[in-house]
């Protein structure tokens, strides 16, 4: 069964701390992986995509890493500011019929 | 990128009603989606918006209380019908691009059913 796991559910860090977030999948034999940031109630905007082939991918102080063999991914965040609190949703897509699977999430804050 | 619209953005539906979401998109799109979202949950699809032809349902979706239609390449609607108590929920469109499937997602439609 293809599953996707995030952890931690929630975390809490001071403004300025570099923090990682972490996607788990079953599988290895991904199409591709999209992080995502959903703010409460709103929808969602994509942050970074990585398709199978690559190993990561980065934007300002984002960088997405994949590591297919482990059945991993993971999203780290450089200098958080208060703005980056939201919850963070991976989703992994196998290519079959178009469908993704999406994490729990990861909410996100940071304290000022 | 695209950019997507989704209508209405929230609405207060009683039980047994109905509710049609409208999803616009700016480009011709061939993928399109619908997602459910419950209260502290992560997205669900519901179904794949084929245009031209019927929706594409995942297990435990059904065309009788979720009918969606796709009219051209821009445009989709998804009807949540009979609503009940357990029907609120966020629900979202989505396009994908056909090249990497990477995903892009409308601002959503929050439906609270009393």
């Known amino acids: 069964k293809q599953e996707v796991t995030q952890i931690p559910a929630a975390l809490s860090v001071p403004e300025g701390e570099n923090l990682v977030l972490n996607c788990s999948f079953t599988d290895s034999a991904i199409y591709n992986l999209q992080w995502f940031r959903q703010d409460p109630g709103k929808g969602l905007t994509s942050l970074l995509l990585?398709?199978?082939s690559q190993r990561e991918q980065t934007s300002g102080r984002l960088n997405a890493s994949l590591d297919k063999s482990s059945g991993r991914s993971t999203l780290y965040i450089a200098a958080s500011q208060p703005g980056d609190s939201a919850t963070y949703l991976c989703a992994v897509t196998w290519g079959t019929g178009n469908q993704f699977y999406f994490g729990t999430g990861t909410s996100l804050t940071v304290i000022p | 990128s695209a950019v997507i619209s989704q209508k209405p953005s929230r609405d207060i539906c009683q039980r047994g009603t109905s509710l049609t979401i409208q999803c616009q998109v700016d480009?011709?799109?061939?993928?399109m989606f619908w997602y459910r979202q419950q209260p502290g949950q992560s997205l669900t699809l519901i179904a794949t918006a084929n245009q031209g032809s019927e929706a594409t349902y995942e297990s435990g979706f059904v065309i009788d209380k979720f009918p969606i239609s796709r009219p051209n390449l821009t445009f989709s609607t998804l009807t949540v019908s009979n609503l009940s108590p357990e029907d609120s929920s966020i629900y979202l469109c989505?396009?994908?691009?056909?090249?990497?499937?990477?995903?892009?997602f409308g601002p959503g439609t929050r439906l609270t059913v009393t």
């Open positions: 480009s011709q799109v061939t993928m």
């Open positions: 989505s396009v994908g691009r056909l090249e990497t499937y990477e995903q892009y």
């Open positions: 990585i398709q199978s």
